[in-house]
């Protein structure tokens, strides 16, 4: 099963996390994510921001791996943080030319950016290098729609499959000497190489599926975990919602 997804290139091992009940990781993601969107000071979430930086280099993340993550989100958030700003309404903070720079469109687009960041680090650190299965099966314990988890499972797999059926079927045209172009043989053969990816990929699943209803497959996967939680877990649920409360309580005293 590929990690596709779900990790950033290799993964070092993490001991302390890799140890971790994959329940008790999922539930404090969500847990991280939603102290982000609850905590409303600026000066709170940069110094939670600052933290989870420093959580993500302790368990082994380096800083190549943290920036290729991050430099994804923050295409989006530029361009969020470059509209709010003269779109929301309220007293001026800056004019530039005939453009105004309202303070209420600032102070949201910092909020935005700082607690989208802050739930991107905390994401990385507790789910990076969580493989599919165990993933799914984290999530089928707490309850999560089968389906739901199938969906998943399946994907991860099929991101894997298509993409090697896509490396083939490109080196085949490397041999061929073909060089993209936006010539009328250039698109011609562009669109046989993606029908022909689709035709391997739509062969692929039947033969999955044949082979998925000969081992008597019923509609779903048998839980084969055997993760329990022990008192590492509870002391890292203890440790991380002491963590999350302090900001919490001082958002909301300042």
Do not use: K, Y
């Not at 990690?3 to 999922?26: E, K, N, Y």
């Not at 302790?58 to 361009?79: N, Q």
């Not at 490396?167 to 172009?181: G, P, V």
């Amino acid at each position: 099963m590929s990690d596709v997804g779900f990790s950033v290139s290799v993964v070092a091992p993490r001991p302390f996390l890799d140890r971790l009940d994959t329940r008790v990781r999922l539930v404090a993601a969500v847990a991280t994510v939603m102290a982000a969107l609850v905590v409303r000071s600026p000066t709170v979430l940069a110094a939670m921001m600052v933290v989870a930086v420093a959580a993500a280099f302790a368990a082994g993340l380096s800083v190549r791996d943290l920036g290729r993550r991050l430099v994804h989100v923050e295409g989006f958030l530029v361009v969020l943080a470059l509209i709010l700003p003269v779109t929301v309404p309220g007293p001026t903070w800056a004019a530039i030319g005939p453009l105004e720079l309202s303070r209420p469109g600032i102070d949201r687009a910092v909020l935005i950016l700082l607690r989208v960041n802050l739930s991107a680090v905390a994401i990385l650190i507790l789910l990076a290098g969580l493989e599919p299965v165990r993933l799914g099966h984290g999530l089928a314990r707490l309850g999560m729609p089968t389906r739901l988890v199938h969906l998943m499972l399946f994907a991860a797999r099929w991101v894997a499959l298509v993409g090697e059926e896509a490396r083939r079927l490109h080196e085949a045209l490397r041999a061929r000497a073909f060089t993209a172009s936006a010539s009328a043989h250039g698109l011609r053969t562009t669109g046989h190489f993606v029908g022909q990816l689709l035709v391997r990929a739509f062969e692929r699943a039947e033969r999955v599926d044949e082979a998925m209803r000969c081992r008597a497959f019923a509609g779903r996967f048998a839980l084969v975990s055997e993760e329990r939680p022990t008192r590492r877990d509870a002391i890292f649920a203890a440790g991380l919602a002491l963590s999350l409360l302090t900001p919490i309580l001082l958002d909301r005293l300042t």
